[in-house]
Nanobody, 119 residues
Framework: QVQLVESGGGLVQAGGSLRLSCAAS????????MGWFRRAPGKEREFVAA????????NYADSVKGRFTISRDNAKNLVYLQMDSLKPEDTAVYSC????????????WGQGTQVTVSS
């Protein structure tokens, strides 16, 4: 089992910044990849960014590329999502997730943190 707890959400004006954190515990040593996803009201959950736990290689959704940065602190089992130049369309519940080695899908999810961007 892996437990994930997000923090750092809130209300910000368009153009502002927020940094989300996700703390992992449990079988965190088996983590292959950690990702951030978001779900806006009335929409499907969508991928935002992901990072390889060992190599640090990252990838991003086109909608956030150049504005968001994912990073990790392996020693503390933390992953971050730095969000800059926020837009109202970034408003959503943001969740972190873990994919373990050998797995195809993200199996463990946090409860999510609300990000609201006002225009």
């Amino acid at each position: 089992q892996v437990q994930l707890v997000e923090s750092g959400g809130g209300l910000v004006q368009a153009g502002g910044s927020l940094r989300l954190s996700c703390a992992a515990s449990g079988r965190a040593f088996s983590t292959d990849r950690m990702g951030w996803f978001r779900r806006a009201p009335g929409k499907e959950r969508e991928f935002v960014a992901a990072i390889s736990w060992r190599s640090g290689i990252t990838n991003y959704a086109d909608s956030v590329k150049g504005r968001f940065t994912i990073s990790r602190d392996n020693a503390k089992n933390l992953v971050y999502l730095q969000m800059d130049s926020l837009k109202p369309e970034d408003t959503a519940v943001y969740s972190c997730a873990v994919r373990l080695f050998g797995a195809v899908q993200y199996a463990y999810w946090g409860q999510g943190t609300q990000v609201t961007v006002s225009s």
